[in-house]
């Protein structure tokens, strides 16, 4: 308004005006004190809440914190029971890289041999338990038909170092009577005639077990399929150390006589019916 005012009269209506409102106005007196106390109340407030705020936030002096309690609870899982085998002879292989299998069922027994996951020949190294006792340390222990020399050798292994089940087959060989006769499951499944070591190189008699299976490359000689087992015989220049086969034969005319290296021959018959029934683990009685 002062500046739609001419002849400079503005200063002196500016200054009636608050004369004539504070002189002739108690009312506006009043509502002008409420307004300076709620702006003033306003202003205080405006300092207060930043105050509240940070209090709240744990920076100031009177601070008033609420734990709440958590309760956790720790679940410690147990590592998995190991299946002990109780029905023998079982066969399968072992759980880790190698273990040591020992002369008792003692971890500080002497160390009969070590026995790898994979062979020399790089396949798996099969394993057979003929027995089951709780060792020195409170623990279940397997006793193993092992793959060595001399023939019959057994070692005890911890029951958890190897994963094995019963074997459901059984190859029985009677070196006098020129025999083979396969089992499964208790039940008669195979008979035929064989040829064995000849005098001075005889087949070794025993408990063995097939440690692998395979069909002969070019080589009829060992006819259409053999078997290595864990026997040994008595020539070490013999492949693989002398190792006792039983595979079928190039010369049929000459089973039910003694004149191999050590190992058994069969009829290509019987050897396509070893594939069938004698797999990796069946154990092997070699009888007089």
Known sequence: MAAL???????????????????????????????????????????????????????????????????????????????????FPAAGELVGNSVAAR???????????????????????????????????????YKLSLPMRPNNSYGWVPASSVKIAAARSQIVISVSRRTIDVYVRGKHRWHGIVAVGAPGRETPLGHYYVQARFVPFHDPFLGVFALETSAYSKLTEWPGGGVVGIHGTSEPQLLGKAVSHGCVRVSNVTASHLKTLAPLGTPILIKR
């Open 5 to 87: 005012d001419s002849g400079g009269r503005d200063g002196v209506r500016s200054n009636d005006l608050r004369l004539r409102y504070s002189a002739t106005s108690p009312v506006s007196r009043r509502a002008l004190i409420a307004i300076l106390l709620v702006a003033s109340l306003g202003l205080v407030a405006a300092v207060a809440l930043p105050n509240r705020a940070q209090a709240g936030s744990g920076t100031g002096t009177a601070t008033t914190t609420t734990t709440t309690a958590t309760t956790t609870t720790t679940t410690t899982s147990k590592p998995p029971k190991t299946h002990v085998e109780r029905v």
């Open 103 to 141: 002369k008792s069922p003692n971890p500080n027994s002497r160390s009969v041999k070590v026995l790898h996951y994979f062979r020399p020949d790089y396949r798996v190294q099969e394993v057979l338990a003929v027995a089951e006792k709780a060792g020195s340390d409170g623990k279940p222990w």
